[in-house]
């Protein structure tokens, strides 16, 4: 049982450029989640998922965008990057019930040039 | 729009020194409140959470939280630190299938 596992874990982009931010889960979980992180602003929700084929925005989707074609998989895609996506990607997931607990992956460093 | 407020951005306590990380809320209905610790370069480990019944809530490595309606608060406690609780502390509130976070605490504990 791998959890939640996230690819690559740092990464350099030159801004323009396009890349996906690739994250798994083994557990299935219905709901899944993709937050960033910047200093001193705690996580923000970025893209959210109750299930496959089902997605919805969060606090800050602009410049980004997801899909769920299976229950497993939730991709983050940077269509093109800027300097302000510089951070450090966190996805997440559990069963969706209320108080269920979240389990996070380790992260992935992004840094946009 | 809710909103999380962890007023404390560093704290730094002695080592078997009682703790206290304030957390505040702002949401209409109960919410549904979690707190995670984050060591370094690691993602997020839940500390405990409290969805309803009574509102002190245990959770892992000795932490507790009180959850009080009157003052939108879910301060997270423990009575002696240990070295190995240096780590950032987030506050999070759940609103359907949104979760905020608040911009975190970093704990420092001396020798």
């Known amino acids: 049982n791998a959890g939640v596992t996230q690819t690559p874990k740092f990464q350099v982009l030159k801004t323009g450029q396009s890349m996906t931010l690739q994250c798994a889960q083994d557990?299935?979980?219905?709901?899944m989640s993709w937050y960033r992180q910047d200093p001193g602003m705690g996580l923000r929700l970025i893209h959210y998922?109750?299930?496959?084929?089902?997605?919805d925005q969060g606090e800050v989707p602009n410049g980004y965008n997801v899909s769920r074609s299976t229950t497993e998989d939730f991709p983050l895609r940077l269509l093109s990057a800027a300097p302000s996506q510089t951070s450090v990607y966190f996805c997440?997931?559990?069963?969706?019930?209320?108080?269920?607990?979240?389990?996070f992956g380790p992260g992935t460093r992004l840094t946009v040039l | 729009a809710q909103s999380v407020t962890q007023p404390d951005i560093h704290i730094t306590v002695s080592e078997g020194a009682s703790l206290e990380l304030r957390c505040n809320y702002s949401?209409?209905?109960?919410?549904?409140l979690f707190w995670y610790v984050q060591s370094p370069g690691q993602g997020l480990q839940l500390l405990l959470k409290?969805?309803?019944?009574?509102?002190l809530v245990q959770g892992i490595k000795g932490f507790e939280a009180e959850f009080k309606r009157s003052q939108s608060s879910f301060n997270l406690r423990k009575p002696s630190v240990h070295w190995s609780d240096a780590a950032e502390y987030f506050c999070?509130?759940?609103?359907?299938?949104?979760?905020?976070f608040g911009s975190g605490t970093k704990l420092n504990v001396k020798p």
């Open positions: 997440a997931s559990s069963y969706g019930r209320a108080g269920d607990t979240q389990y």
């Open positions: 557990m299935n979980h219905e709901y």
């Open positions: 998922s109750v299930g496959a084929g089902i997605t």
């Open positions: 949401y209409g209905a109960t919410p549904y």
């Open positions: 409290y969805f309803s019944g009574d509102t």
């Open positions: 999070a509130v759940k609103n359907f299938n949104k979760f905020y």
